[in-house]
């Protein structure tokens, strides 16, 4: 099981800001806020990244993504919200623990940079 900062969020070792938690998942609000609305979707189950996941995983994957959207609503942000996973260092990864960043409350261009 890898070990990463966010392992620390998960067993409450670090405090975060904690928007939303069940038995798979952790939401909480980014340290370093990148719109009104920054928060991190992560499995409690430490998969490096999207790579990294299997069959096995796409039930788990697919709650991810409905919680975004359960968080996305609570935060009055569900009409326009940008779900981004980086996968890899090469597109800006840091955390190699698989997570959705959820980001409202301004305006978005596309293509992303
Ligand atoms: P990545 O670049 O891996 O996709 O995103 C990692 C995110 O985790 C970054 O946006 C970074 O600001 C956030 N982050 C890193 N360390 C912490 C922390 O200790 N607490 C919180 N809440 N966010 C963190």
Redesign the pocket.
């Given at each position: 099981m890898s070990e990463t900062?966010?392992t620390k969020?998960i067993n409450k070792e670090?405090p975060?800001?904690i928007v939303y938690e069940d038995d798979l998942c952790l939401a909480?609000?980014?340290?370093?806020q990148?719109a009104p609305v920054?928060i991190?979707i992560i499995p409690k189950k430490a998969i490096p990244k999207l790579n990294d996941a299997g069959v096995a995983d796409q039930e788990l994957l697919g709650h991810l993504m409905l919680v975004a959207y359960e968080v996305a609503d609570k935060e009055g942000v569900a009409d326009a919200f940008r779900l981004?996973?980086?996968n890899g260092a090469g597109v800006?990864?840091?955390?190699?623990h698989i997570?959705f960043?959820l980001l409202a409350g301004r305006s978005f261009t596309w293509p992303p940079g």
């Amino acid at each position: 099981m890898s070990e990463t900062i966010f392992t620390k969020i998960i067993n409450k070792e670090i405090p975060a800001d904690i928007v939303y938690e069940d038995d798979l998942c952790l939401a909480f609000r980014d340290i370093n806020q990148q719109a009104p609305v920054h928060i991190l979707i992560i499995p409690k189950k430490a998969i490096p990244k999207l790579n990294d996941a299997g069959v096995a995983d796409q039930e788990l994957l697919g709650h991810l993504m409905l919680v975004a959207y359960e968080v996305a609503d609570k935060e009055g942000v569900a009409d326009a919200f940008r779900l981004v996973l980086n996968n890899g260092a090469g597109v800006g990864q840091e955390i190699f623990h698989i997570h959705f960043h959820l980001l409202a409350g301004r305006s978005f261009t596309w293509p992303p940079g």
